[in-house]
């Protein structure tokens, strides 16, 4: 069975910094994509970070360029993010993604098979 845990989240004032990560079981995911997501109450699932297989490709979101950056440990199949400068508009449940294809950072919730129970990040203003 298939497993991604996120912890990290948690609540920071605004500018503050915060690291999530994200550890995968049941299955190696190093030659796949694994990315980032947030859902902000009543808002839909966006993107935010994505990175390839061998992690020598990223992809983010613009409103988070500059700000996050999104890593990898194959050997211990996780990823993570550093989250810096992080204000008010941060503020979501944040999930990992795996599973995504080889070769790619997509940035469509679709293109992953699997996903993690979410981490809440808060930035208080």
């Known amino acids: 069975q298939v497993r991604m845990v996120e912890s990290g989240g948690g609540l920071v004032q605004a500018g503050g910094s915060l690291r999530l990560s994200c550890a995968a079981s049941g299955r190696t995911f190093s030659n796949y994509a694994m990315g980032w997501f947030r859902q902000a109450p009543g808002k839909e699932r966006e993107f935010v970070a994505a990175i390839s297989g061998g992690g020598g490709s990223t992809n983010y979101a613009d409103s988070v360029k500059g700000r996050f950056t999104i890593s990898r440990d194959n050997a211990k199949n996780t990823v993570n993010l550093q989250m810096n400068s992080l204000t008010p508009e941060d503020t979501a449940v944040y999930y990992c993604?795996?599973?995504?294809?080889?070769?790619?950072?997509?940035?469509?919730?679709?293109?992953?098979?699997?996903w993690g129970q979410g981490t809440q990040v808060t930035v208080s203003s």
């Open positions: 993604a795996g599973g995504g294809p080889r070769g790619y950072t997509p940035g469509t919730p679709w293109a992953y098979d699997y």
